[in-house]
C-alpha cells in the first residue's frame, strides 16, 4: 500500500503561481512513475504531468512552458510548480503514483480568477 497527502492548492489570480506538493509513504520502495491529473466540473480527468524514477518527464499540451513537475527520491515527494496560471487550470488536482498498483491523492482544488 502507498498513501498519498497533497497540499499546496488554493485561489490565485490569473497569472499567478503555485505549487503543489504530494507525499508518499507505505510501501514506497515500488514506486515508479509519480504525476499529477486534473479535473475541471463537467470533464474528464485528464493528465497534466508525470515523471519517472529517472527524471524522465512529459506534460500534458497545454501546460507545457508553464508547469514544471520534479520529485525528491529521497522525501519520496511529487511537486508541481505552476506559473502563468489561467482560469482554465481550474480544476481538482490528484497525486497519481505508479508502484505494484496505482494510488491516487484525496485532490485539491485549484480556483484561477480572471
Known amino acids: 500500500q502507498v498513501q498519498l497527502v497533497e497540499s499546496g492548492g488554493g485561489l490565485v489570480q490569473a497569472g499567478g503561481s503555485l505549487r503543489l506538493s504530494c507525499a508518499a509513504s507505505g510501501n514506497i520502495f515500488s514506486i515508479n512513475i509519480m504525476g499529477w491529473y486534473r479535473q475541471a466540473p463537467g470533464k474528464q480527468r485528464e493528465l497534466v504531468a508525470q515523471i519517472t524514477g529517472p527524471g524522465r518527464t512529459n506534460y500534458a499540451d497545454s501546460v507545457k512552458g508553464r508547469f514544471t513537475i520534479s520529485r525528491d527520491n529521497a522525501k519520496n515527494t511529487v511537486y508541481l510548480q505552476m506559473n502563468s496560471l489561467k482560469p482554465e487550470d481550474t480544476a481538482v488536482y490528484y497525486c497519481?503514483?505508479?508502484?505494484?498498483?496505482?494510488?491516487w491523492g484525496q485532490g485539491t482544488q485549484v480556483t484561477v480568477s480572471s
Open positions: 497519481r503514483v505508479v508502484a505494484a498498483n496505482i494510488y
